[in-house]
C-alpha cells in the first residue's frame, strides 16, 4: 500500500478528509491515503495479486457484489446495453473502439454484434481468457500505457471507453495522456466513474448514511473526482468539449462524453437503420426495443406508485380529518348532554319555584280572605268605630 502524497493535479495541499482519505485544496479530488501503488495494480501472479482472479471471485464476494460469472449474464441486458446506447448515440459502427478494464468483456460483445471494430482490455491473464471465451472477442492483457499499437498499419480509435476505471488508476494524468494520443481528431472519451459531492463532510455522510461512503473503498479507489476536477483532468489532455449524461447508477455516479471538438449526437432513426441492415445488429435492435419497453413499463409503474403514494397520502389527510370531526362531534355530543342536563335542573328549579308561588298565592289568598272575615266581623266595626270617638275626643290612638 502506498500513501500518496499528491493529488493528481500535482498539488501537495492535501489535508485531512476521513480516516483513509484527504482532500485535495486545490481541485477538490479526494485522495486515497493506503492506496495500490502502480506496482502492485500489474498481475504477475493471478492467484495473489489484488486485480487477480481472486478479485473477481472472493473480493467481489466481501463487497457483496456478484462474481464474475453471474455479472457476465447479469450485466449484458443491463449497463452493458446501456452504456452499448450511449455509444451508438454519438458514434456508428464500424467505428473503432477500445474499453479499458472491460472486466467480462460483455459491452465488447455488444459493440462487435452492433457492428464496431472493438477490443477490450484486463489486467489478469484469466479474465482476459475468460472474456475471450465468453464472448469472442479481441482482448490485450496489460495496462494500456504497455500495449504496442502500430498505426501506420491500423487507424487510431474513434473512442476509448472508461467505466468504473479511472477512480483505480495510480497516475490518471499520465494514463489519460497516453490514451489522447491513441484517438484520432474527432474521438471522444465515455466515461463512468464515482462523483464526489464537493463541500459535502465526512462527518455529515455518516450522520446521513450516504450511499456515496460504499464507493471510498481506498485500497482501489485512489482518486475519487468531482465534476469539476473531472472536467479538469480533461482540459489538462485538450478535451474541453464535455457532457454529461445520467449515469445508471446515478445516486453515486458521475457519466461523460468528452472530446477536442463539437459533438454530434446520431438521431435515433439512423441508429435503427444502421442496426437493422445486418443479422447481429437485429438482436441488438431487438434488445434495444425490449430494454425500452422495460423501461416505460417501469416509468410507468413508478408514475402509478407515486400516485398511489399520492392516494394514500389525501386518504390518510382524509382520515385524521374525519377523527377530528369525530373528536368535535364528540365533544359537541358532552356539550349537548351537559345542557340537557343543566336544563333538566333548571326545569326542576322552575317547577319547585312554580309549586312554591301555587303555595305563597295560596297563602296570600287565605290570608287575604281572613282579612276580609276579619273586617266584616261586629269586633272589627266596634273596634273602628272607638278609633273615630277617640280622634274626636283628641285620645293618642295606638
Same mark, same amino acid.
Given at each position: ?309 399520492? $392516494? @394514500? +397520502?389525501? #386518504? ?8 377530528? &370531526?369525530?373528536? /368535535?362531534?364528540? *365533544? %359537541? =355530543? !358532552?356539550?349537548?348532554?351537559? $345542557? @340537557? +342536563?343543566? #336544563? ?8 319547585? &319555584?312554580?309549586? /312554591?308561588?301555587? *303555595? %305563597? =298565592? !295560596?297563602?296570600?289568598?287565605? $290570608? ?15 273596634? /273602628? ?14
Amino acid at each position: 500500500m502506498l500513501k500518496i502524497q499528491k493529488c493528481w493535479c500535482g498539488s501537495t495541499h492535501l489535508n485531512y478528509f476521513s480516516p483513509e482519505y484527504s482532500i485535495c485544496q486545490e481541485c477538490s479530488t479526494l485522495v486515497s491515503q493506503c492506496g495500490l501503488s502502480v506496482e502492485e495494480t500489474v498481475v504477475e501472479n493471478d492467484q495473489e495479486d489484488f486485480y487477480g482472479k481472486k478479485y473477481w471471485f472472493s473480493h467481489m464476494d466481501e463487497l457483496g457484489f456478484p462474481d464474475i460469472y453471474q455479472r457476465s449474464r447479469q450485466d449484458l441486458p443491463e449497463r452493458c446495453l446501456y452504456w452499448l446506447c450511449t455509444l451508438l448515440k454519438y458514434k456508428l459502427p464500424p467505428a473503432r473502439v477500445i474499453e479499458l478494464g472491460c472486466a467480462h468483456g460483455g459491452l465488447v460483445g455488444l459493440m462487435k454484434w452492433s457492428g464496431f471494430n472493438a477490443i477490450g482490455s484486463e489486467m489478469s491473464p484469466w479474465v482476459v481468457s475468460f472474456a475471450r471465451e465468453a464472448f469472442d472477442i479481441p482482448m490485450l492483457l496489460g495496462k494500456i500505457g504497455d500495449q504496442k499499437f502500430q498505426f501506420e498499419k491500423e487507424e487510431k480509435f474513434d473512442a476509448i471507453i472508461l467505466n468504473d476505471v479511472l477512480e483505480h488508476l495510480p497516475e490518471p494524468l499520465v494514463t489519460m495522456e497516453y490514451c489522447a494520443s491513441l484517438l484520432k481528431e474527432d474521438a471522444i472519451f465515455i466515461i463512468q466513474m464515482p462523483c464526489y459531492g464537493e463541500n459535502r463532510t465526512y462527518e455529515d455522510m455518516i450522520n446521513n448514511n450516504d450511499i456515496f461512503l460504499g464507493q471510498m473503498k481506498a485500497d482501489e479507489h485512489l482518486y475519487l473526482f468531482n465534476k469539476n476536477s473531472a472536467k479538469e483532468l480533461l482540459n489538462r489532455i485538450g478535451f474541453n468539449v464535455i457532457e454529461f449524461e445520467e449515469p445508471i447508477f446515478y445516486f453515486y455516479d458521475m457519466y461523460l462524453i468528452a472530446s477536442k471538438k463539437n459533438i454530434v449526437k446520431n438521431a435515433a432513426e439512423k441508429i435503427s437503420q444502421y442496426l437493422l441492415s445486418h443479422p447481429s445488429g437485429r438482436l441488438i435492435q431487438a434488445l434495444i426495443d425490449k430494454s425500452e419497453e422495460c423501461k416505460a413499463n417501469y416509468d410507468n409503474l413508478q408514475i402509478n406508485l407515486l400516485r398511489n403514494v399520492e $392516494t @394514500q +397520502s389525501q #386518504l390518510q389527510q382524509t382520515q385524521s380529518q374525519l377523527q377530528q &370531526t369525530q373528536s /368535535q362531534l364528540q *365533544q %359537541t =355530543q !358532552s356539550q349537548l348532554q351537559q $345542557t @340537557q +342536563s343543566q #336544563l333538566q335542573q333548571t326545569q326542576s328549579q322552575l317547577q319547585q &319555584t312554580q309549586s /312554591q308561588l301555587q *303555595q %305563597t =298565592q !295560596s297563602q296570600l289568598q287565605q $290570608t287575604e280572605e281572613r282579612i276580609a272575615a276579619i273586617e266584616s266581623s261586629k269586633f272589627w266595626k266596634i273596634r /273602628q268605630a272607638w278609633f273615630r270617638i277617640k280622634q274626636r275626643i283628641g285620645l293618642r290612638i295606638n
